[in-house]
């Protein structure tokens, strides 16, 4: 073992690999002209690095706090006002970070702008589902063995207090065949349907 723990052996292998990733970076940096446009796999020409990673990380970062403050409004724990927020928040990373981006980028509003502003709010809506899940806490010598939705909990948003995966594994496949079927029934993949 070296200081850092790891053996001599992972050490080459982390070399071995970086290494590999590094020619294939720089392959792809000399190619891109040729490689970088079979890349794309959908017919939308307004689909690129920007927009696809910019909405991925704004849902990544806002949809499962947005989706529990909807549910405290509702439910009365938050101010009506929190809601303007929440749907901000959503239609913005869903919808309008998109439309500004491509405006900004081609001079001109997509001609998508309906399409996105309809379907993505259902894949956002449930990404924050699927976030917001949790085993239900053990009782003492019970295993409940459910799940729940962190929002529910008076504490939320800190963390779950039973971070098992098992409870929520077969409830959180109906949220992930949401985002399925809208890319697979409204995308048009290039060579693959």
Known sequence: MNAAG????????????????????LILAWDRKRLLPEWRLTD??????????????????TAPWVVGLIYLVFVGRRPARYLVVALAL??????????????????????????????????YMAAGLLWNLEA?????????????????????PSPPVDTRFGPILFVSIPLILIAAFVLVAFVNWQGLL
């Open 136 to 156: 239900k806490p053990r009782v003492g010598f019970h295993d409940d063995s459910g799940f729940q939705l962190s929002f529910v909990r008076e504490d939320w």
């Open 44 to 61: 939308d020409e307004t689909w690129d690095w920007v927009t696809g990673s910019g909405m991925a990380i704004l849902t990544f970062l």
């Open 90 to 123: 959503l239609l913005f990373s869903s919808s309008w970070f998109y439309d500004g981006y491509l405006l900004w980028r081609d001079g001109a509003y997509t001609g998508r702008w309906l399409g996105n502003l309809v379907l993505s709010p259902f894949i």
């Open 6 to 25: 790891i053996s001599p052996f992972f050490v080459k292998y982390i070399a071995i690999w970086t290494s590999f990733c590094l020619v294939a970076l």
